[in-house]
């Protein structure tokens, strides 16, 4: 890190997160003017008018510019698709933003007036609001019992996208403006469905010329900040930064420093056209790598220029910032935007990826220990061990479980289950936590309603009776207290699975409905294959793959819970299945039993297996879960975007539950696992806090026995290892032989937390001490003083393996 | 089908030979290491190690016990009176906290070889394997030897790590089996070696002195540092004499005291005898590498 990178990041953190207005008022009295007209049509304008109207920043120093709001890590705000939180919190219900426990958003005043008054146009059209409406009584019933849960592509837009970089980066987006005039001229109107696609073509061409004229606003900055401009160097910076800016991304980038300015110009833009999250970055190292090749040999950059630019565009990435409405910020605690960066995996001709950009990547990473973007390290069997070495060298000195680990062997396989072409396989990059995406090429990696996996169990252990809200949703077949064997129980509760994964699909069948009608953004999905061909937006089908799923919670939980039953009611016979239930109801409360509920929660927690041990009685009821879940959504579901196009069009299945395992065990009462009403379930596919005892090897065999072909939108495998077990080399050597078997044994991926328990609770006495300290929550790193303290101790209590 | 009567099977060990590991702990020892850090590896007999941290002092252990074995001791808690246990296990099935565990239990050599194969893609691909530790494992020469034989079909390989105070030979039944021999001197004054562990240290050295003429294998000699015992400048001068005059020693390892077994003393109902000497880190023990680099031998800190 240089001086100037060093300030910079300085200053990333000395900034407070802020909500800025600008872009809700641009937005709102543009689409009070385009009312009649098509959707398409008036989004594109809208677009274009927030990006014309709204202030241009260029900071001291910066060498990458751009800016999402009036301030950095300032959010702007999203009012169609959802505003009835932004009034309740700005009155202080549940919180008021700036005194939120994670989180915090500061504002003034004003701020808050003109988003009100903005808000008032909303009111009756947002697509929250509508989805609400629309939803069947029973759907209704099952979100607000904290079964499924779509907010987070409701109340906002669609995320999980990763546009095609490589492509504007060669062609610019002079080339897709072209092919979208011309696919546009090539319609025969007089056939049907072609008028609507001459409104999103209309549409594309005028949300990349958007782009272009919010790129010459920037370089306008450069050029007049540059006139007054004293120091020499930095005013020749800024003329260079405005000539740079006046090329891309309109045309092909000429060097290094254009790329790289490009791609930024492409994330914060697409941002800018709708807030859902999750816009990665692809494989960034192989679409940039040509220009730091060329730049090297033509002695126009040196290595640590480079690496300084990759410094400042990392930075720039946490520069943008999103605000959610509280409910839906538990779910992602950590001012998270899943923008994840990929490295490494392999070449169209099987050999290793990695180039010299792949290690600028980690060194950035491991340099300025930031949150954002997410470090990936694809790794497939020809991986250089060297580069693993390096990679996980940064993991210790990063302390935030950045690089993370994924497996191409894995994610290949499961691609394939899905029919993805061959050569497109190996392109596959994380998008978001972990979800698989083609870049360039599959619309959305992750998307519909999170579902409550152990919340579905508590339903049938009560016969389909939700305890917490006392709505009956689906009768069990058997009354669960009559049942002789665990199969029976677990037959009850595959007939509860299937009836909410079936709600799941009817829910996103309707949001997608709504979308079509109310939020076509025609830019975005112009970077996408092939929706100008087909005159499509992303969520009509333009894309080449899709396939639908939102994230899951507690499968983990679940199995533990089978295991436990199993072994301890219906093998050991400790206790009895009325026992039990009456255990769970009172949540291990009632000490008048023999045993005593507490007792019963000791058992159930100390006598049972536990996955996580490479126990097959733990682990195997994990496995028959995960195959009813996974095979469901690959075979027995279609997404609506079926036969517009798209493949494969099915669901598919996501482990990576954020922050989202806290808030949805807040849903559930006390379960079989020995969890108590409120806890959290686990994380991903991590065995549950406190139940590994085995060690590393045991963890990554449990986890290496599931079924990870269906896992296309990942399952999180986090380890926390302590500081002194990566000293050395040797030591970090053993850590890649166990990253290396877990991967043969198609393990997707892993993360690994490297701090001591001490270091974190004396951060939750004394955060000011600790701004910069980091920790990977789940497939995500975020600040760890700006988690909320039950969060914390989540982390905290995370077994550590003796490693 | 031999059998070996086992108190801990650690998994992905680091610390415990080349690549990743899994250590075997065998029960019994011949010696009473003052600084023992594993005092439930000392007796052959099982015995019940008792966890304070865990214990809620719901009493259900002394209520099932038939033996009356169970007393409460203010200083250590619910302690197993290991004249009177008969090893039934109600006691530790009955704690639903599981504070009281069963140290020692008899294995097969076919339910060994099936538990730790469960980590062989691990030993393959780091060059690791299994190490056998103890108490002193050579007491079950025959029953690592028919291990060490199973395992080496597999290609996985063989460490033992001996205290050496045993007859020649059991090594010499498991010495062609074992890839590597970790080897303990503790003093080199037989007086002061009686003192500090209950015997004499003629067999001892004798039994390297075969092994550093005899045993093909990597042979590595360890020398626990413990303030107040052996830390003097003379005994480890003594020490290093010794090995230099021995043949293919690969090196000698410097192993820092530490405390870490302390909660299995109160836990067994025994006094700890190093009373409060703080761990020892190991940058603390560097110095030595300068001090006695004079000597031929390769000397590392662990």
């Given at each position: 890190?240089?001086?100037?990178?060093?300030?910079?990041?300085?200053?990333?953190?000395?900034?407070?997160?802020?909500?800025?207005?600008?872009?809700?008022?641009?937005?709102?009295?543009?689409?009070?003017?385009?009312e009649?007209?098509?959707?398409?049509?008036?989004?594109?304008?809208?677009?274009?008018?927030?990006?014309?109207?709204?202030?241009?920043?260029?900071?001291?120093?910066?060498?990458?510019?751009?800016?999402?709001a009036?301030w950095?890590?300032?959010?702007?705000?999203?009012?169609?698709?959802?505003?009835?939180?932004?009034?309740?919190?700005?009155?202080?219900?549940?919180?008021?933003?700036?005194?939120?426990?994670?989180?915090?958003?500061?504002?003034?005043?004003?701020?808050?007036?003109?988003?009100?008054?903005?808000?008032?146009?909303?009111?009756?059209?947002?697509?929250?609001?509508?989805?609400?409406?629309?939803?069947?009584?029973?759907?209704?019933?099952?979100?607000d019992?904290?079964?499924?849960?779509?907010?987070?592509?409701?109340?906002?837009?669609?995320?999980?996208?990763?546009?095609?970089?490589?492509?504007?980066?060669?062609?610019?987006?002079?080339?897709?403006?072209?092919?979208?005039?011309?696919?546009?001229?090539?319609?025969?109107?007089?056939?049907?469905?072609?008028?609507?696609?001459?409104?999103?073509?209309?549409?594309?061409?005028?949300?990349?010329?958007?782009?272009?004229?919010?790129?010459?606003?920037?370089?306008?900055?450069?050029?007049?900040?540059?006139?007054?401009?004293e120091?020499?160097?930095?005013?020749?910076?800024?003329?260079?930064?405005?000539?740079?800016?006046?090329?891309?991304?309109?045309?092909?980038?000429?060097?290094?420093?254009?790329?790289?300015?490009?791609?930024?110009?492409?994330?914060?833009?697409?941002?800018?056209?709708?807030?859902?999250h999750?816009?990665?970055?692809?494989?960034?190292d192989?679409?940039?790598?040509?220009?730091?090749?060329?730049?090297?040999?033509?002695?126009?950059?040196?290595?640590?220029?480079?690496?300084?630019?990759?410094?400042?565009?990392?930075?720039?990435?946490?520069?943008?910032?999103?605000?959610?409405?509280?409910?839906?910020?538990?779910?992602?605690?950590?001012?998270?935007?899943?923008?994840?960066?990929?490295?490494?995996?392999?070449?169209?001709?099987?050999?290793?990826?990695?180039?010299?950009?792949?290690?600028?990547?980690?060194?950035?990473?491991?340099?300025?220990?930031?949150?954002?973007?997410?470090?990936?390290?694809?790794?497939?069997?020809?991986?250089?061990?060297?580069?693993?070495?390096?990679?996980?060298?940064?993991?210790?000195?990063?302390?935030?479980?950045?690089?993370?680990?994924?497996?191409?062997?894995?994610?290949?396989?499961?691609?394939?289950?899905?029919?993805?072409?061959?050569?497109?396989?190996?392109?596959?990059?994380?998008?978001?936590?972990?979800?698989?995406?083609?870049?360039?090429?599959?619309?959305?990696?992750?998307?519909?309603?999170?579902?409550?996996?152990?919340?579905?169990?508590?339903?049938?252990?009560?016969?389909?009776?939700?305890?917490?809200?006392?709505?009956?949703?689906?009768?069990?077949?058997?009354?669960?207290?009559?049942?002789?064997?665990i199969d029976?129980i677990?037959e009850?509760?595959?007939?509860?699975?299937?009836?909410?994964?079936?709600?799941?699909?009817?829910?996103?069948?309707?949001?997608?409905?709504?979308?079509?009608?109310?939020?076509i953004n025609?830019?975005?999905?112009?970077?996408?294959?092939?929706?100008?061909?087909?005159?499509?937006?992303?969520?009509?089908?333009?894309?080449?793959?899709?396939?639908?799923?939102?994230?899951?919670?507690?499968?983990?939980?679940?199995?533990?819970?089978?295991?436990?039953?199993?072994?301890?009611?219906?093998?050991?016979?400790?206790i009895?299945?009325?026992?039990?239930?009456?255990?769970?109801?009172?949540n291990?409360?009632?000490?008048?039993?023999?045993?005593?509920?507490?007792?019963?929660?000791?058992?159930?927690?100390?006598?049972?297996p536990?996955?996580?041990?490479?126990?097959?009685?733990?682990?195997?009821?994990?496995?028959?879960?995960?195959?009813?879940?996974?095979?469901?959504?690959?075979?027995?579901?279609?997404?609506?975007?079926?036969g517009?196009?798209?493949?494969?069009?099915?669901?598919?299945?996501?482990?990576?539950?954020?922050?989202?395992?806290?808030?949805?065990?807040?849903?559930?009462?006390?379960?079989?696992?020995?969890?108590?009403?409120?806890?959290?379930?686990?994380?991903?596919?991590?065995?549950?806090?406190?139940?590994?005892?085995?060690?590393?090897?045991?963890?990554?065999?449990?986890?290496?026995?599931?079924?990870?072909?269906?896992?296309?939108?990942?399952?999180?495998?986090?380890?926390?290892?302590?500081?002194?077990?990566?000293?050395?080399?040797?030591?970090?050597?053993?850590?890649?032989?166990?990253?290396?078997?877990?991967?043969?044994?198609?393990?997707?991926?892993?993360?690994?937390?490297?701090?001591?328990?001490?270091?974190?609770?004396?951060?939750?006495?004394?955060?000011?001490?600790y701004?910069?300290?980091?920790?990977?929550?789940?497939?995500?790193?975020?600040?760890?003083?700006?988690?909320?303290?039950?969060?914390?101790?989540?982390?905290?209590?995370?077994?550590?393996?003796?490693? | 089908?031999?059998?070996?009567?086992?108190?801990?099977?650690?998994?992905?060990?680091?610390?415990?030979?080349?690549?990743?590991?899994?250590?075997?702990?065998?029960?019994?020892?011949?010696?009473?290491?003052?600084?023992?850090?594993?005092?439930?590896?000392?007796?052959?007999?099982?015995?019940?190690?008792?966890?304070?941290?865990?214990c809620?002092?719901?009493?259900?252990?002394?209520?099932?016990?038939?033996?009356?074995?169970?007393?409460?001791?203010?200083?250590?808690?619910?302690?197993?009176?290991?004249?009177?246990?008969?090893?039934?296990?109600?006691?530790?099935?009955?704690?639903?906290?599981?504070?009281?565990?069963?140290?020692?239990?008899?294995?097969?050599?076919?339910?060994?070889?099936?538990?730790?194969?469960?980590?062989?893609?691990?030993?393959?691909?780091?060059?690791?394997?299994?190490?056998?530790?103890?108490?002193?494992?050579?007491?079950?020469?025959?029953?690592?030897?028919?291990?060490a034989?199973?395992?080496?079909?597999?290609?996985?390989?063989?460490?033992?790590?001996?205290?050496?105070?045993?007859?020649?030979?059991?090594?010499?039944?498991?010495?062609?089996?074992?890839?590597?021999?970790?080897?303990?001197?503790?003093?080199?004054?037989?007086?002061?070696?009686?003192?500090?562990?209950?015997?004499?240290?003629?067999?001892?050295?004798?039994?390297?002195?075969?092994?550093?003429?005899?045993?093909?294998?990597?042979?590595s000699?360890?020398?626990?540092?413990?303030?107040?015992?052996?830390?003097?400048?003379?005994?480890?001068?003594?020490?290093?004499?010794?090995?230099?005059?021995?043949?293919?020693?690969?090196?000698?390892?410097?192993?820092?005291?530490?405390?870490?077994?302390?909660?299995?003393?109160?836990?067994?109902?025994?006094?700890?005898?190093?009373?409060?000497?703080?761990?020892?880190?190991?940058?603390?023990?560097?110095?030595?590498?300068?001090l006695?680099?004079?000597?031929?031998i390769?000397?590392?800190?662990?």
């Amino acid at each position: 890190m240089n001086e100037r990178i060093m300030g910079l990041r300085k200053n990333l953190f000395d900034i407070k997160p802020r909500i800025c207005a600008e872009r809700c008022t641009i937005f709102t009295e543009s689409m009070k003017e385009s009312e009649g007209l098509p959707i398409a049509i008036r989004r594109a304008n809208a677009f274009y008018e927030v990006l014309d109207k709204m202030t241009i920043n260029v900071s001291k120093d910066e060498l990458i510019v751009g800016n999402q709001a009036r301030w950095p890590k300032a959010s702007p705000i999203y009012p169609e698709y959802s505003y009835e939180w932004l009034i309740e919190e700005f009155d202080g219900n549940p919180y008021y933003f700036d005194e939120r426990p994670g989180d915090k958003f500061y504002y003034d005043e004003e701020t808050k007036e003109s988003i009100l008054s903005s808000i008032e146009y909303w009111k009756n059209k947002s697509l929250y609001e509508n989805l609400r409406k629309t939803l069947p009584e029973e759907i209704n019933a099952a979100w607000d019992a904290g079964v499924i849960d779509d907010t987070w592509v409701s109340a906002c837009g669609l995320g999980n996208i990763i546009v095609d970089y490589d492509l504007v980066l060669k062609k610019g987006l002079r080339d897709v403006i072209a092919r979208a005039e011309k696919r546009m001229s090539e319609l025969d109107l007089k056939e049907p469905g072609n008028v609507r696609k001459k409104w999103f073509l209309e549409a594309a061409i005028k949300g990349n010329k958007a782009v272009v004229n919010f790129s010459n606003r920037i370089a306008e900055e450069c050029e007049n900040q540059a006139k007054d401009m004293e120091d020499e160097k930095r005013k020749k910076e800024l003329l260079k930064l405005a000539d740079i800016c006046r090329n891309v991304p309109l045309n092909p980038a000429r060097n290094f420093h254009e790329a790289v300015q490009c791609v930024y110009m492409l994330l914060l833009t697409v941002h800018l056209e709708s807030n859902g999250h999750a816009i990665s970055l692809g494989r960034f190292d192989q679409y940039l790598y040509p220009f730091y090749k060329k730049d090297i040999e033509e002695n126009r950059i040196t290595r640590e220029e480079a690496l300084e630019l990759v410094e400042a565009f990392f930075i720039k990435c946490n520069e943008i910032n999103k605000l959610r409405s509280w409910g839906d910020s538990e779910f992602f605690i950590g001012y998270q935007m899943f923008i994840n960066l990929t490295v490494g995996g392999q070449t169209q001709n099987g050999e290793d990826a990695i180039n010299e950009v792949s290690h600028l990547c980690i060194e950035a990473c491991e340099n300025l220990r930031l949150f954002t973007p997410s470090v990936s390290v694809k790794w497939f069997e020809k991986t250089d061990d060297k580069f693993m070495l390096k990679a996980l060298e940064a993991v210790t000195k990063h302390q935030g479980g950045q690089p993370a680990f994924y497996n191409d062997k894995a994610f290949i396989r499961t691609l394939d289950n899905m029919g993805i072409p061959k050569e497109d396989q190996i392109e596959w990059a994380p998008d978001g936590c972990i979800e698989a995406s083609i870049p360039g090429k599959w619309d959305f990696a992750a998307k519909g309603p999170w579902l409550n996996v152990e919340k579905v169990l508590e339903i049938t252990l009560n016969n389909g009776v939700d305890p917490n809200t006392g709505r009956l949703f689906k009768k069990t077949n058997r009354n669960i207290a009559d049942c002789e064997s665990i199969d029976q129980i677990f037959e009850e509760y595959k007939e509860m699975l299937k009836y909410f994964m079936d709600l799941q699909v009817i829910t996103e069948h309707i949001n997608d409905e709504l979308h079509v009608l109310n939020d076509i953004n025609a830019y975005r999905s112009s970077l996408v294959e092939d929706c100008i061909g087909r005159g499509l937006d992303l969520v009509e089908g333009g894309a080449l793959y899709s396939a639908d799923g939102g994230p899951t919670a507690g499968t983990i939980s679940s199995g533990d819970a089978f295991a436990a039953m199993e072994d301890i009611v219906f093998d050991k016979k400790l206790i009895n299945l009325d026992q039990l239930l009456h255990a769970l109801e009172t949540n291990f409360e009632d000490l008048t039993t023999t045993p005593t509920g507490e007792e019963i929660r000791a058992i159930l927690l100390n006598k049972a297996p536990k996955f996580g041990n490479d126990d097959d009685k733990a682990d195997s009821w994990v496995v028959k879960i995960q195959d009813f879940i996974g095979s469901r959504y690959r075979y027995e579901y279609k997404s609506s975007k079926y036969g517009k196009g798209p493949i494969p069009c099915c669901y598919s299945y996501s482990q990576s539950p954020v922050t989202g395992n806290i808030a949805f065990g807040k849903m559930i009462g006390a379960t079989p696992d020995g969890r108590k009403n409120g806890d959290p379930v686990n994380n991903g596919i991590s065995p549950a806090n406190g139940s590994e005892k085995n060690g590393a090897t045991a963890a990554c065999n449990s986890v290496g026995k599931l079924p990870s072909i269906w896992f296309q939108k990942g399952a999180i495998f986090n380890m926390r290892l302590a500081e002194s077990m990566l000293e050395t080399e040797a030591q970090r050597k053993r850590v890649i032989d166990l990253i290396k078997v877990l991967f043969e044994n198609y393990g997707q991926h892993i993360q690994f937390n490297v701090v001591d328990g001490k270091t974190y609770k004396d951060a939750m006495k004394n955060p000011e001490k600790y701004n910069d300290l980091m920790v990977r929550v789940s497939g995500y790193s975020a600040l760890f003083t700006a988690l909320s303290p039950e969060v914390q101790m989540d982390v905290i209590n995370r077994a550590e393996l003796e490693l | 089908m031999k059998k070996g009567r086992i108190f801990n099977i650690e998994r992905f060990a680091t610390e415990d030979g080349p690549g990743i590991r899994t250590v075997v702990f065998l029960k019994g020892c011949g010696l009473r290491c003052k600084w023992c850090a594993n005092p439930e590896s000392q007796s052959f007999e099982k015995e019940v190690l008792f966890n304070s941290r865990r214990c809620i002092g719901c009493e259900r252990c002394i209520k099932v016990c038939g033996e009356n074995a169970i007393r409460y001791i203010e200083e250590y808690g619910y302690i197993t009176n290991p004249d009177l246990c008969i090893h039934c296990e109600k006691c530790i099935d009955n704690c639903y906290t599981n504070a009281r565990t069963m140290m020692g239990k008899e294995y097969t050599t076919e339910e060994l070889i099936e538990e730790l194969l469960r980590d062989k893609e691990y030993y393959h691909m780091s060059g690791g394997g299994i190490t056998f530790s103890g108490g002193e494992p050579l007491f079950y020469s025959s029953f690592i030897r028919e291990c060490a034989e199973i395992l080496k079909e597999h290609n996985i390989t063989t460490l033992i790590e001996t205290c050496g105070h045993i007859d020649i030979d059991n090594i010499k039944e498991v010495q062609e089996y074992s890839d590597y021999i970790f080897y303990d001197i503790k003093h080199m004054d037989s007086k002061i070696h009686k003192k500090l562990t209950g015997r004499g240290n003629e067999l001892i050295l004798s039994n390297l002195t075969w092994l550093s003429q005899n045993y093909k294998g990597n042979l590595s000699v360890r020398y626990p540092y413990i303030p107040g015992c052996n830390d003097d400048i003379e005994s480890i001068d003594d020490f290093l004499n010794f090995v230099e005059g021995l043949e293919n020693i690969q090196e000698v390892v410097f192993l820092p005291y530490h405390r870490l077994g302390l909660p299995k003393y109160s836990g067994l109902g025994r006094k700890y005898e190093m009373g409060d000497m703080e761990s020892l880190k190991k940058k603390q023990l560097e110095h030595l590498k300068v001090l006695f680099d004079d000597y031929n031998i390769n000397i590392k800190i662990q």
